[in-house]
T-cell receptor, first 115, second 115 residues
Framework: GNSVTQMEGPVTLSEEAFLTINCTYT??????LFWYVQYPGEGLQLLLK?????DKGSNKGFEATYRKETTSFHLEKGSVQVSDSAVYFC??????????????FGRGTSLIVHP | EPEVTQTPSHQVTQMGQEVILRCVPI?????FYWYRQILGQKVEFLVS????????KSEIFDDQFSVERPDGSNFTLKIRSTKLEDSAMYFC?????????????FGQGTRLTVV
């Protein structure tokens, strides 16, 4: 079946450090890939997405490239801020046996950025 | 900006009681979902709903659970006889289409605590 594997957290960084959160996936067909972010006390917000191989999604300084050969969609940011502290979820949307597309999520990775 | 809204934000209930979690999806969306997130674990798919019927459900979604769209705007999740292990954050989501490229929009969640 479809699945998403994310690196374990928490990831703790100082402000302005470089961020990478690894994400790999298993899916049938050609999934679309997403990163969602959950700020404390809030719901899931779409951060960025990529819908085909070699696409790069980007938003708010974050980016991720859809790598079909390594089935990966790692999230990166060149210089994190305290306000980026949140839980980040990698997700995919792929065809299920029932004929519909259901978003499937990873466990989430908590990011803590210190001043 | 249109958003998915969920009520209540926090519900405490006694084991064995029935609870109804409410969601108002984005008005022109056609596909509706419930997910849950047990503390510290991944976001798990429960059920999807389209055209007034369930289109997919996970093995978590057993006879204790039901969903309904009682009018043109609300989408509810009912748990008939709650168990301690039902304690989780429950997220409602909606999408305009079901294609792989379309992201789901999530509400802020309802935290259910069963005591």
């Amino acid at each position: 079946g479809n699945s998403v594997t994310q690196m374990e957290g928490p990831v703790t960084l100082s402000e302005e450090a470089f961020l990478t959160i690894n994400c790999t996936y298993t899916a049938t067909g050609y999934p679309s890939l997403f990163w969602y972010v959950q700020y404390p006390g809030e719901g899931l917000q779409l951060l960025l997405k990529a819908t085909k191989a070699d696409d790069k999604g980007s938003n708010k300084g974050f980016e991720a490239t859809y790598r079909k050969e390594t089935t990966s969609f790692h999230l990166e940011k060149g210089s994190v801020q305290v306000s980026d502290s949140a839980v980040y979820f990698c997700a995919l949307s792929a065809l299920l046996s029932g004929g519909s597309y259901i978003p499937t999520f990873g466990r989430g990775t908590s990011l803590i950025v210190h001043p | 900006e249109p958003e998915v809204t969920q009520t209540p934000s926090h519900q405490v209930t006694q084991m064995g009681q029935e609870v109804i979690l409410r969601c108002v999806p984005i008005s022109n969306h056609l596909y509706f979902y419930w997910y849950r997130q047990i503390l510290g674990q991944k976001v798990e798919f429960l059920v999807s709903f389209y055209n007034n019927e369930i289109s997919e459900k996970s093995e978590i979604f057993d006879d204790q659970f039901s969903v309904e769209r009682p009018d043109g705007s609300n989408f509810t999740l009912k748990i008939r006889s709650t168990k301690l292990e039902d304690s989780a954050m429950y997220f409602c989501a909606s999408r305009y289409t079901t294609g792989s490229v379309t992201e789901a929009f999530f509400g802020q969640g309802t935290r259910l605590t069963v005591v």
